[in-house]
Nanobody, 117 residues
Framework: QVQLVESGGGTVQAGGSLRLSCTAS????????MGWYRQAPGNQRELVAS???????NYPDSVKGRFTISRDNAKNTVYLQMNSLKPEDTAVYYC???????????WGQGTQVTVSS
């Protein structure tokens, strides 16, 4: 089992920055990836950033160059630095952890990010 607690959401003007944090607790055995998804009203949940166990990162084109994912293994925390925010980045952001044995994704409770124009 893995428990995830997110923080750092809020309201910011377009062009501003926010940093989200996600702290994990529980069993870290066989974690293969951590990252962030987001879901805006009426939209499907979409991947925002991921970091695999080897350290490689992945971003969709919509956030590439603006968002950066990082992790602090000592604190069991993954971060999402979001710069140059746009109104279309407004969504609930969810942290996730993917485990291999058994295969399962764990999710945080979500944190609201609102970008005003």
């Amino acid at each position: 089992q893995v428990q995830l607690v997110e923080s750092g959401g809020g309201t910011v003007q377009a062009g501003g920055s926010l940093r989200l944090s996600c702290t994990a607790s529980g069993s870290f055995f066989s974690i293969t990836a951590m990252g962030w998804y987001r879901q805006a009203p009426g939209n499907q949940r979409e991947l925002v950033a991921s970091i695999i166990s080897g350290g490689s990162t992945n971003y969709p084109d919509s956030v590439k160059g603006r968002f950066t994912i990082s992790r602090d293994n000592a604190k069991n925390t993954v971060y999402l630095q979001m710069n140059s925010l746009k109104p279309e980045d407004t969504a609930v952001y969810y942290c996730y952890v993917r485990k291999r044995l058994p295969p399962r994704d764990y999710w945080g409770q979500g944190t609201q990010v609102t970008v005003s124009s």
